[in-house]
């Protein structure tokens, strides 16, 4: 029976190398949990108009134009990679459909690393506005996701980063650690803080359906 370990050190070997074909093997391992990403991320504005598989497409090719620049020696390195081209990606395709909007798109495109630190709980919120399930609620499922967003933004911006991470994404902790280079314990302690904060912020809500393991 094959190795999945020492087939995915022998495809990281290659791909340190150069070779598109091993990025191409392993970029298809984790192509579910990049479209994770993006469908999660994504500006509400462009979900009609933008298809997550093309945005994945868009970020193979350009890690395939430049694979030498990833430098990493585990599975863990290579996710955060390529989830960091995918963001980046993610950058472009706002910029490229939104336009004259994008001083706006600036508050929701969701990156780490310091720019517009607002994206995480703008698309906390769209999520979890989703729990609110009466027809009553549902009416006003617009209004409960901005207050739910300015709620989330008094949370600590790495808490809230983890929360959405760990979460929603279903980053493990060793990759959010690595993301945020953080160490993994402090990323678990975080992630524990941010769930009672979450819990907290939710109890508040009428009618919030807790079905999420872990909220």
């Known amino acids: 029976m094959p190795d999945p370990t020492r087939e995915s050190t022998i495809l990281l070997g290659r ?3 150069g070779d598109r074909e091993a990025l191409a093997q392993l ?9 994770r990403t ?7 504005r462009l979900r009609s108009r933008v298809d997550p598989d093309d945005v994945l497409q868009e970020a193979y090719i350009w890690a395939a134009d430049h694979v030498e620049r990833f430098t990493g020696d585990s599975a863990t390195s290579l996710y955060v990679w390529l989830r960091m081209v995918v963001l980046q990606t993610m950058i472009v395709v706002h910029r490229r459909h939104l336009g004259a909007e994008m001083r706006d798109a600036e508050r929701e495109v969701p990156i780490w690393g310091g720019s517009w ?11 979890l506005s989703g729990h609110l399930t009466s027809p009553s609620q549902a009416a006003i499922r617009k209004e ?3 207050q739910l967003r300015q709620i989330l933004n008094q949370m600590d911006e790495i ?8 979460h929603f ?17 402090a ?5 524990v803080r941010a769930v009672r904060r979450l819990k907290t912020i939710t109890a508040q809500l009428p009618g919030f359906v807790d079905d999420r393991k872990g909220v």
């Open 15 to 17: 791909l340190k190398g």
């Open 27 to 35: 970029f298809s391992t984790y192509r579910q949990r990049l479209w």
């Open 38 to 44: 993006i469908q999660f991320r994504l500006d509400y």
């Open 117 to 127: 630190p607002q994206a995480t709980s703008a698309a906390l919120a769209i999520q």
């Open 144 to 146: 409960a996701a901005e």
């Open 159 to 166: 808490d809230r980063e983890v929360l959405a991470m760990r």
């Open 169 to 185: 994404e279903q980053l493990s902790n060793s990759e959010v650690a690595a993301t945020l280079n953080i160490q993994e314990k």
């Open 187 to 191: 990323a678990s302690i975080r992630y």
